[in-house]
């Protein structure tokens, strides 16, 4: 009797790490039953795990969806499965626009974090520990895509840290749409701290342990004091404040205000003074004038943020913002995107400055020609700088090395090795 084999499948992976946890759990759950995992262009069934934030994030995954539907129709792929936040935000509309896909998914279920097939280095990864979004911002449309805040379990957390921990992992990025609400729907508080100190005991190998996506609320200076007392607790702080004008944090919604963000900041900034701040923000949310945007700009100039993305303001139907009146010209908000990108360029420059021969930590990555790449604790994976090695040794990725910065750019450090 002829045994059936399983068809291979491959995933497209898109939008943020929060997603890329998402991709991974969908491939344990694959494999533990018996299917075979490889590269999307060589797969029987291709899964796209799609971004469905902004019209961009849209767009790519489109695009993505066209190209495998192509792939399909040349009959070197079979089956098309799509899923992620552009169904649970588009599904009818894509279910009657690409018939040639033959599964449409939501959500993915947050359980099962600890039978993951690893989409990064060996040496990284991401725990996602909450889903969902405590604040409902005008702009946004992820509580409607995501539902209502979810933290993850103790117990589920706990049990995939170990095997994080048992894995020789040198890094591990906590992420989820608001890392500091955690504990919310379980205590009617807030309990991040409690949860990274139960982290700490639980992955004792594990280098390093960097928080994302921190809301700016008062707990943050909790964790601050948390990464002034635990090294292995990366001095790193990803704060979005999105704006600084007060009328237009009201209009988005942030349930904060400029004096507020100001003290946190302040505070931050007295616990841990070497620490790296960062922060996004949007330009052109509507009826942003001028001197609402001089403001942002100014405050930019004032705080001097170490790490820095910009966004200009999409138009998201379904969001409360997409009906507000003074819609602002694309040209207008890429103008001021621009702006505020040349004053961070050089900020940043001068930050970097800093570091002109000091010894720092670096996490090696890899190699490109005769140097080799590394990150500080001070830079996240993907979004961050990098560190350009000089080294008589060879060097491999996952390792910590000693370093002499001997060189500066805009957003790079250049170093060599300490012997």
Known sequence: MQISQRPTVGILSLGCPRNLVDSEIILGRLRRKGYCLVDITKADVAIVNTCGFIKDAVQESIDAILELIELKKKRSLKKII??????????YDLVKELPEVDAFSGRIALVGQAERFSLTPRYYAYLKICEGCVHTCSFCIIPKIKGRFCSLSEQEIISTVRGFNNNGLSELNIVGQDTSGWGL??????????????????????????????????????????????????????????????????????????????NLIDAIRRIIPDSALRTSLIVGFPSETDEEFEELLDFVREVRFERL?????????????????????????????????????EISRKLNQRFLGKTIEVLVEGKDKDLYLGRSEYDAPEVDGLVYIKSQRALRPGEFVKVKIYDTLEYDLVAEVLS
């Open 309 to 345: 993305g910009v966004f200009m303001y999409s138009q998201e139907e379904g969001t409360r913002a997409s009906s507000l009146k003074g819609q602002v010209p694309y040209k207008i908000k890429e103008a001021r995107l621009d702006a505020i990108m040349s004053e961070q360029q």
């Open 185 to 262: 729907d379980y205590y009617e508080k807030r309990r991040l701290p409690q949860l990274l100190k139960m982290i700490l005991t639980e992955a004792p190998d594990i280098h390093w342990i960097r928080l994302l996506y921190l809301y700016p609320h008062p707990v943050v200076k909790q964790i601050a004091k948390m990464m002034r007392q635990e090294r292995r607790l990366c001095r790193y702080i990803d704060l979005p404040i999105q704006h600084i004008n007060d009328r237009l944090l009201k209009l988005m919604c942030r349930q904060t205000s400029k004096k507020d963000i100001k």
């Open 82 to 91: 799509v899923c992620g936040c552009l169904v649970q935000r588009y599904r």
